[in-house]
């Protein structure tokens, strides 16, 4: 726009200069051809296209004209129209002016709103409270100027912030939880098995307690007790268990845990995304193992997932863990350049080939 302004302004500069040498009866001559070229052309044209310098450079022109000889002038657009174009160029200017001694409080620091933020999402506080904190750090502010960023930012008051959801709560509570799910498979002959696990949310350990083809209320009241002697010689300090309504959780199995203080978390009617830790790994065994497995029998589907779970806890990566296994932290990254340029991984398969772990050779 500015480009095009200087260029509209330089050309009509020339142009004044070449009219200085003429006549005043060629300067009407050529005024007299100039207003007919301009009214055939408003014949032919509607309404004109302004660019903003056509604009500017005209209300910069014709301002100081008199009323009187604009509305003579055969202009294409109306007097009234480039009156206006002067006054809002006028008016932008004051505007901008006023804008650069903008009075009032100074804006807040970018620093300190991203704190703000910081300590709402991490907090169920209201702007008090959260003034008061930043009180504390030293850093002053005004409660009003807290509340507008919370509102710019479109943040509930903390009543309606203040209430637990479930994701936040699996993740505060994750190092005392621990998720179990029944899930079925079948046999190459077409007989179905139950299968219990439990997975903890903390470590990602899984635990594949039994498989059975009837799993009756004893039965699972025994898996129960297995658990938690296994909990207890883990010393894992569990709170919590999750579980769906299933109907073979009995009361028996309840009150095991409970008595060992564990409490029972019961998720919804189809809600899947409530024990969704356990279902993932579900998922991980099925397309993992038992899609590529034709199992036998019960004692053969055992030894497939005892073999899974030595494999999951011990060497898949989980994201969660930062690539590390349940059991197995990560080793020490490899620096040294030599060590790089002589790798010498090696394969080993388990479960015929099914799973593959790689480890660098002795």
């Known amino acids: 726009m500015l480009l095009r302004l200087l260029y509209l ?28 070229q301009l009214a055939v052309l408003q014949r032919q044209v509607a309404k004109p296209r302004l660019t903003p310098p056509d604009r500017i450079f005209l209300a910069a022109l014709l301002h100081r004209l008199p009323r009187t000889t604009l509305r003579r002038l055969h202009l294409i657009v109306s007097p009234d129209t480039v009156l206006r174009w002067h006054r809002d160029l006028l008016h932008r200017r004051h505007a901008n002016a006023s804008r650069r001694k903008r009075p009032g409080r100074p804006p807040t620091h970018r620093s300190i709103q991203t704190l703000i933020l910081r300590m709402v999402r991490e907090n169920p506080w209201g702007y008090r409270r959260i003034h008061g904190e930043l009180a504390t750090l030293g850093i002053k502010v005004a409660p009003s100027t807290v509340w507008e960023i919370l509102q710019h930012n479109g943040i509930d008051p903390a009543p309606q912030r203040d209430r637990q959801t479930w994701t936040t709560f699996l993740r505060s509570q994750a190092h005392a ?89 019961k998720t919804g009617i189809r809600v899947p995304r409530m024990n969704a830790v356990m279902e993932r790994w579900i998922r991980s065994c099925r397309t993992e ?70 480890e660098h050779a002795a």
Request: charged letters at 25%; a positive charge; hydrophobic letters at 40%.
């Open 9 to 36: 302004t330089l050309t009509n500069v020339f142009a004044l200069l070449r009219l200085l040498p003429m006549s005043d009866t060629d300067k009407n001559v050529e005024i007299l051809t100039l207003r007919h």
């Open 177 to 265: 939880i621990i998720a179990a799910d029944f899930f079925e498979t079948r046999t190459l002959t077409g007989n179905r098995l139950y299968v219990f696990a439990a997975i903890e949310h903390a470590t990602r350990r899984i635990r594949v307690l039994g498989a059975t083809a009837n799993p009756t209320a004893a039965w699972t009241t025994q898996l129960a007790r297995n658990l938690a002697m296994d909990l207890h010689g883990a010393g894992a300090t569990v709170k919590y268990l999750i579980r769906d309504r299933d109907r073979r959780y009995t009361d028996a199995f309840d009150a095991v845990l409970e008595d060992e203080g564990v409490a029972i978390i």
């Open 289 to 358: 193992l038992l899609d590529r497995t034709l199992i036998w029998n019960q004692a053969h589907l055992l030894h497939a997932l005892r073999e899974y779970e030595t494999f999951y806890n011990q060497h898949r990566p989980h994201r969660t863990l930062c690539a590390a296994a349940p059991l197995r932290p990560l080793p020490r990254p490899l620096t040294n350049p030599e060590q790089l340029n002589r790798l010498d991984i090696r394969r080993k398969d388990q479960l015929g080939g099914t799973l593959h772990t790689y």
